[in-house]
């Protein structure tokens, strides 16, 4: 029952099982702020087999579907810089055409499989470590703040307590230190400075005012970002949202809303002509990319209804061990290609 | 710790054990441990490169496959290359007439058949480790995937790799730009009515 009979992959899978992966990768998606195309091409190979070329074409279809849905909803509360979206467009489409090309290439070598799954266990074990290593440091600030009011308590002693005013003084820098380095959600419209940021400012060559996003930076920087981002979506079917837009916050200076709304937008176009260059190559089964959608959908709208509850640190360390898991798996499956285990 | 947070602090953990479990189990369940390497070679390094990308039903598919000694690199000569092809033919149904023995009856038969496995097909040297086969592609379906099974053999040594190569009875064009509008509308639709996906 339920069996669905994918025509490209050339292969029967459970069609209630793929919307179920789709309805979990959709859930994270939706608890973490995440596209999930790096977890979802991997995950449709490892659970049914898809060969990855084919999960990759899919996967950059389905995005087409999901970014479409993500940018109407930031174009209604303005939160798209055209004229950005429009730059990055320049290398993203280029990149997302070689990306497919390489994909292509790789194809007729038969090296595919173990090419994308060698790179794919690179980018997940960056993507864990730096969610792993962050949610660990949240967790010890908490704990930290923790043990103070457990000392007022009279529950615990602290290290430099003596008095009430010593306590105060350990409290206040404690809880400053902790405001400082607190989870940014995505409302928060500070200004954020750093040196890169400064300097890409002071740079008047060739530079653009970008009245939506606030900022002024040289032309070419957006082309860069999106030719890098491009070639990682058609090669692995991602979105590249996680390196998008911490590269607009941290190096353009673009606030977080605006990121957010002009990558969804540039990613509905760039994912767009990815599909079409996979589609052309025999990647995309139009079966598969519905039946993720149906669960995605569904999933994301749990998972967005979830983050307002569940924003703990220790649900971000867990999908770090979740990403490490779909890591590990990957690996054992590069290793026993290359004989070694 | 309050109700609150502790009711918080179950939810997160269930969640996880969910998460966790998800991860661990679902590769194990489906296909008794997920996908395995399909093109572990010994011996050869074997490139299959189609004509086209993309085939239709009734053209003749036609396949170079490039032999190379996996050690030296160098082009494998004389070695009896077969490859085993399934198609993909598609969900149909057939109306057969079947005289009966006594001869007064007929019978409707429906089948479905999904794929067809062919008879090996031996290739064709072509020199220089080049193998060439053809084929030609005889389906009902109009969209689809051809599993090739290229096995190489020569003074006892043995290996295949595996590829599956698509066909369309469609513009391939029309495919790509039709399933791509599709995704996308389909999108804008889940977008209008629940106010985005949330990224």
């Known amino acids: 029952m339920f069996e669905i009979y994918l025509p490209i992959a050339n292969m029967t899978v459970n069609g209630l099982e793929v919307i179920l992966l789709g309805a979990l990768v959709g859930f994270l998606a939706g608890l973490f702020g995440v596209g999930g195309g790096f977890i979802m091409t991997p995950a449709l190979n490892i659970v049914f087999g898809i060969p990855m070329t084919v999960a990759v074409g899919s996967d950059l279809t389905q995005i087409a579907a999901t970014s479409s849905s993500g940018a109407v909803a930031h ?34 070598q038969g090296m595919d499989d173990l090419v994308l799954k060698e790179i794919y266990v690179i980018l997940l074990v960056i993507i864990g470590t730096i969610m792993i290593v962050e949610s660990y440091k949240a967790m010890r600030r908490r704990h930290e703040h923790i043990g103070i009011r457990k000392a007022v308590m009279g529950l615990k002693r602290i290290k430099d307590v003596h008095s009430i005013d010593d306590f105060k003084r350990v409290f206040k820098t404690k809880e400053e230190e902790e405001k400082k380095h ?34 002024r930076i040289p032309i070419f920087i957006p082309p860069l970002l999106g030719l890098f981002v491009g070639i990682m979506a058609g090669m692995l079917g991602v979105g590249g949202g996680f390196i998008m837009v911490p590269a607009m916050i941290y190096i353009l200076g673009v606030p977080t809303v605006v990121a ?26 139009i079966y598969l990319v519905m039946l993720i959608l149906a669960g995605s959908t569904i999933g994301a709208q749990f998972g967005a209804r979830a983050s307002k509850k569940l924003k703990g640190p220790r649900i971000r360390l867990l999908f770090g061990l979740v990403i490490a898991i779909v890591m590990l798996r990957l690996l054992m499956d590069v290793l026993s290609t290359m004989g070694l285990i | ?35 395995a ?68 009856g007929i019978c409707v ?26 084929k030609d592609l005889s389906t009902k379906a109009d969209l689809g995937g051809v599993t090739l099974k290229v096995t190489v053999e020569k003074d006892g040594k043995v290996d295949g790799v595996e590829r599956v190569i698509s066909f369309m009875g469609v513009d391939p064009w029309v495919y790509a730009v039709g399933s791509t509008l599709l995704a996308v509308i389909c999108g804008l639709g889940i977008g209008l009515i629940f106010g985005g996906i949330k990224h």
């Not at chain 2, 089948?111 to 193998?131: F, H, M, R, V, W």
């Open chain 1, 260 to 285: 957010i709304g002009t990558d969804l937008f540039q990613m509905v176009i760039t994912s767009s002509v990815g599909s079409v260059g996979h589609a052309l190559n025999g990647n995309v089964d």
């Open chain 2, 37 to 104: 390497p399909k093109d572990k070679t010994n011996y050869f390094d074997i490139t299959i490169v189609p004509e086209k990308s993309m085939f239709a039903p009734g053209d003749v598919m036609k396949i170079k496959i490039t032999v190379k000694d996996k050690e030296t690199h160098e082009p494998v000569e004389g070695a009896k290359v077969t490859v085993n092809m399934s198609v993909y033919q598609g969900h149909f149904t057939e109306t057969k007439e079947i005289r009966t023995e006594n001869g007064d």
């Open chain 1, 182 to 215: 607190e989870f940014k959600e995505i409302e928060e419209e500070d200004e954020i400075t750093n040196p890169v940021i400064k300097k890409l400012r002071d740079v008047k060559f060739m530079s653009i005012e970008l009245p939506r996003a606030g900022v």
């Open chain 1, 75 to 108: 174009k209604r509360m303005g939160n798209v810089d055209i004229k950005l979206a429009s730059l990055i467009l320049c290398g993203s489409v280029i990149g997302v055409l070689i990306g497919v090309e390489i994909t292509k290439y790789l194809k007729s």
């Open chain 2, 109 to 134: 038969v429906e089948q479905t058949t999904i794929k067809s496995i062919l008879d090996p097909i031996l290739a064709e040297e072509e020199g220089n480790g080049i193998y060439v086969v053809e």
């Open chain 2, 1 to 35: 710790m309050n109700d609150k947070m502790k009711a918080r602090n179950i939810t997160a953990w269930v969640l996880a054990g969910f998460l966790i479990t998800a991860a661990l189990a679902v590769p194990v369940s489906a296909g008794g441990g997920g996908s």
